[in-house]
């Protein structure tokens, strides 16, 4: 990808799954690269895994003044601050009629206000500096209707109009996009599947699989990179045709 090569890139939630995957695929294109996760056992983890990361940063991102220290800390480790990949969630399965408040408030304020306190303080570092990219994680599950996922799904949804307000009021110095993933065969989901689970799931993607954690990342890439420099306030879906023709809501 063009213009990667050199850049500072922040990825939150970035000890494992499609943040792992996304850290080693900036690496691999020449950036300097810092993770950011809660886990310290995780950033221990990705720190052996991938040893030419700049470094890790502990913060919990629903908590603001965690995120300020920790954008501050990373872009003094990798001497700035180009690239924020707003990655941390989670999410929780559970019927809508079920759900308490206290599991509401934990997935909002990790989805959502957590997504909103890294752009913002990532991005009011890119405005006093040379602009940058933003590029948050959404899913199809902020598209479409799933169910059990219903708090999950809010979020999700949240953080597509986050984006598209963003790119408006940043450009053109900051340029704000969102990938939305279908199905991702991450370890941690793998486990969760027994074979018959995954080949039914399979079957309703019209690619017949789950995405590879790579496959996002490359997306992610590409995003960031200076070949889509005409590319924002939008959301880029990659799920094999999933959402294509309805098919979700099988």
Avoid at 69 to 90: D, F, P, R, S
């Amino acid at each position: 990808m063009r213009s990667l090569r050199g850049k500072r890139v922040l990825i939150t939630g970035g000890a494992s799954g499609i943040g792992a995957a996304t850290a080693a695929r900036f690496l691999q294109e020449g950036s300097a690269v810092c993770v950011l996760d809660r886990d310290a056992k995780g950033r221990q983890r990705i720190q052996q895994a991938l040893p030419d990361l700049a470094g890790t940063v502990d913060a919990d991102v629903s908590d603001l003044a965690q995120v300020q220290a920790a954008v501050e800390n990373a872009a003094g480790i990798m001497g700035g601050l180009e690239v924020v990949i707003n990655n941390a969630g989670i999410s929780i399965r559970h019927p809508f009629l079920d759900i308490t408040a206290e599991e509401w408030n934990k997935v909002i304020a990790v989805n959502l206000t957590g997504v909103f306190y890294v752009a913002q303080t990532a991005a009011r570092h890119m405005m006093r500096h040379d602009g940058g990219v933003i590029l948050q994680t959404a899913s199809t599950n902020g598209i479409m209707g799933y169910p059990f996922y219903a708090d999950y799904n809010a979020t999700k949804a949240g953080v597509i109009e986050l984006t598209r307000s963003m790119a408006l009021e940043l450009a053109p110095r900051v340029r704000v996009c969102a990938v939305a993933p279908g199905y991702v065969l991450t370890p941690m989901q793998r486990a969760e599947y027994t074979d018959q689970m995954l080949e039914e799931v399979n079957r309703k993607i019209p690619l017949r699989r789950h995405a590879k954690p790579e496959e996002v990342a490359a997306l992610f890439a590409f995003l960031a990179s200076d070949d889509a420099a005409y590319m924002t306030g939008h959301v880029y879906t990659i799920d094999g045709a999933e959402t294509a023709g309805g098919l979700a809501s099988r």
